[in-house]
């Protein structure tokens, strides 16, 4: 199952095991059985500190575990890993052995200190970019703490789990039988949900935290680039953000940034987050702005954890979310059966009926992926034509499984049992409502900007963006602002880039002139 070139990575790889591993596997004579067990041999067969047992007796067949040989495995994998999980065995099998992992000290010791015996299970699709992420973080937190299991589910492949459990998007996380979070999380963040007291410590060491030159807020691309080129003028610089990477983590393939052929959400931001820490870069992952004032000759910004950071500027960077529906039984319905990612939740509605709300680009692209994996897709488009480019429409109404509604206003998500059963919409034209019986909708309607905490502050549009000049400039002295969540036209990665490195340089020439 690994070509030769795999083969040959293992082998690099493997020889940073500390302790010798065992993959205990539990089978039957089903195909998948047969293709876990090659798998794990072609693996083992790449170190001899790595050997296979086909003695489990787990109830979730075919599965697997990853352990130091003679202690008990507290990680598990239910499916095969291969596509963006491969990287997650990898790294399992190197972890438990007693490899040093890559992460903050501080971080590794709140671990090591979680007391509460804790069981996750990760339900995942192999076509999930986020999944990775969250299954990864889960392991770490395994091999660290014998207090925590954790437990990677192929969601396609257990259909009964996924009913049991009311799985409807990915990746979710279930903990000791309850639902502990879905969508995209990182270790740091995991461990801040468990550490209740993790909020006051950062609370009190960003209180006395000296004045920045120059404070970024938000830690997407133009986020990235505003605080590169602070740093590299030699000011003191920190970059408070909510979710570092921002939403190109959610992307999955880029395609158009200039001088890389391609790549994905989560290779980006890694390579982002690695570029800001090559300077001296304060770093404030995981927080929340929600407040900004100036005070005297300074600027102040407020967190949720009541935190105040004070700096002579302030670049808004903080970016754009999926917009709503906004219709009642949205938020009810939200990761069980209402859904905004396709690529990554497409196929946990396989042989299903699901909606697609939107009729722009990526309406129809979601359309046509869902068409491929789902029993029918029914579009649903506000206005009374499509506005995706001529060659997806083309696509997309030479597909048997798609209808097109337009002119149609959704009005409210029903369902029964915890799960989307309806969409209702309105004929703008008659005014007639409808109902369209399915189990899944996938809202494909654009974006709006993170400004609702800026309101009444600086000067917005219409549409919420920060409104700028030429050089970044907001209505207030002091701040700049950049990127998706600005008045620039042209939401993309490398434009908010180049906006962030404009902004930048205009609050130095602030600075150098104030």
């Known amino acids: 199952m690994l070509d030769n070139n795999i083969k040959l990575q293992l082998k690099a790889y493997f020889e940073r095991i500390v302790n010798p591993i065992e993959l205990i596997a539990t089978l039957d004579d089903s195909p998948k059985s047969a293709e876990m067990l090659e798998l794990l041999n072609e693996v083992a067969e790449q170190s001899d500190k790595v050997t296979v047992s086909t003695t489990g007796n787990s109830i979730?067949?075919?599965?697997?575990?990853?352990?130091?040989?003679?202690?008990?495995?507290?990680?598990?994998?239910?499916?095969?890993?291969?596509?963006?999980?491969?990287?997650?065995?990898?790294?399992?099998?190197?972890?438990?052995?007693?490899?040093?992992?890559?992460?903050?000290?501080?971080?590794?010791?709140?671990?090591?200190?979680?007391?509460?015996?804790?069981?996750?299970?990760?339900?995942?699709?192999?076509?999930?970019?986020?999944?990775?992420?969250?299954?990864?973080?889960?392991?770490?937190?395994?091999?660290?703490?014998?207090?925590?299991?954790?437990?990677?589910?192929?969601?396609?492949?257990?259909?009964?789990l996924v009913d049991q459990y009311q799985v409807m998007a990915v990746p979710t996380v279930i903990m000791n039988g309850e639902v502990f979070g879905q969508g995209r999380m990182t270790v740091e963040e995991i461990v801040a949900k468990l550490d209740?007291?993790?909020?006051?410590?950062?609370?009190?060491?960003?209180?006395?935290?000296?004045?920045?030159?120059?404070?970024?807020?938000?830690?997407?691309?133009?986020?990235?680039?505003?605080?590169?080129?602070?740093?590299?003028?030699?000011?003191?610089?920190?970059?408070?953000?909510?979710?570092?990477?921002g939403q190109v983590a959610d992307t999955v393939g880029i395609e158009n940034f200039i001088s890389v052929k391609e790549t994905e959400g989560p290779k980006l931001v890694m390579a982002l987050e690695?570029?800001?820490?090559?300077?001296?870069?304060?770093?404030?992952n995981l927080q929340t702005?929600?407040?900004?004032?100036k005070v005297g000759d300074e600027l102040q910004v407020t967190l949720e954890n009541g935190a105040v950071l004070k700096s002579k500027t302030v670049i808004l960077s903080t970016g754009a979310r999926w917009r709503e529906m906004n219709v009642p039984g949205e938020q009810e319905y939200r990761g069980k059966g209402v859904a905004y990612c396709p690529h990554c939740d497409g196929p946990l509605y396989k042989g299903k009926d699901v909606a697609v709300i939107g009729g722009g680009n990526s309406g129809v692209e979601a359309a046509i992926d869902l068409a491929g994996i789902v029993k029918h897709v029914t579009l649903v488009e506000f206005d009374t034509?499509?506005?995706?480019?001529?060659?997806?429409?083309?696509?997309?109404?030479?597909?048997?499984?798609?209808?097109?509604?337009?002119?149609?206003?959704?009005?409210?998500?029903?369902?029964?049992?915890?799960?989307?059963?309806?969409?209702?919409?309105?004929?703008?034209?008659?005014?007639?409502?409808?109902?369209?019986?399915?189990?899944?909708?996938?809202?494909?309607?654009?974006?709006?900007?993170?400004?609702?905490?800026?309101?009444?502050?600086?000067?917005?549009?219409?549409?919420?963006?920060?409104?700028?000049?030429?050089?970044?400039?907001?209505?207030?002295?002091?701040?700049?602002?950049?990127?998706?969540?600005?008045t620039v036209p042209y939401k993309q990665i490398i434009i908010a880039m180049g906006e962030g490195a404009k902004a930048s340089l205009s609050s130095f020439d602030y600075l150098i002139r104030a």
């Open 60 to 160: 979730n067949i075919p599965s697997f575990t990853v352990g130091k040989r003679g202690e008990a495995p507290r990680i598990r994998f239910s499916g095969l890993p291969m596509g963006h999980e491969m990287t997650s065995f990898i790294l399992a099998i190197l972890q438990a052995s007693g490899y040093p992992p890559k992460a903050e000290e501080a971080i590794l010791e709140s671990i090591r200190g979680l007391t509460k015996p804790m069981r996750f299970q990760t339900f995942i699709s192999l076509s999930c970019h986020n999944c990775p992420d969250v299954v990864q973080a889960l392991n770490l937190m395994a091999a660290l703490n014998p207090n925590i299991e954790h437990e990677m589910i192929d969601g396609a492949l257990y259909q009964n």
């Open 196 to 245: 209740t007291s993790s909020s006051a410590r950062d609370a009190e060491k960003f209180n006395a935290k000296e004045t920045f030159d120059s404070l970024i807020i938000g830690g997407g691309p133009a986020g990235a680039s505003a605080a590169i080129y602070s740093a590299r003028k030699g000011i003191k610089t920190g970059i408070v953000a909510q979710r570092f990477g």
């Open 274 to 284: 690695q570029h800001v820490k090559e300077y001296e870069v304060d770093v404030m």
């Open 289 to 293: 702005a929600t407040q900004l004032e």
């Open 385 to 486: 034509k499509l506005r995706a480019d001529a060659v997806l429409q083309k696509k997309l109404h030479s597909l048997p499984n798609v209808t097109v509604i337009t002119n149609a206003l959704s009005k409210e998500v029903l369902g029964a049992n915890g799960k989307v059963t309806t969409l209702r919409y309105e004929d703008r034209a008659s005014q007639e409502m409808h109902d369209i019986a399915l189990e899944g909708i996938f809202v494909q309607i654009g974006l709006l900007p993170n400004t609702d905490w800026l309101k009444g502050t600086i000067d917005l549009s219409p549409r919420g963006e920060i409104v700028i000049d030429a050089k970044g400039e907001t209505s207030m002295p002091g701040v700049f602002a950049a990127g998706d969540c600005t």
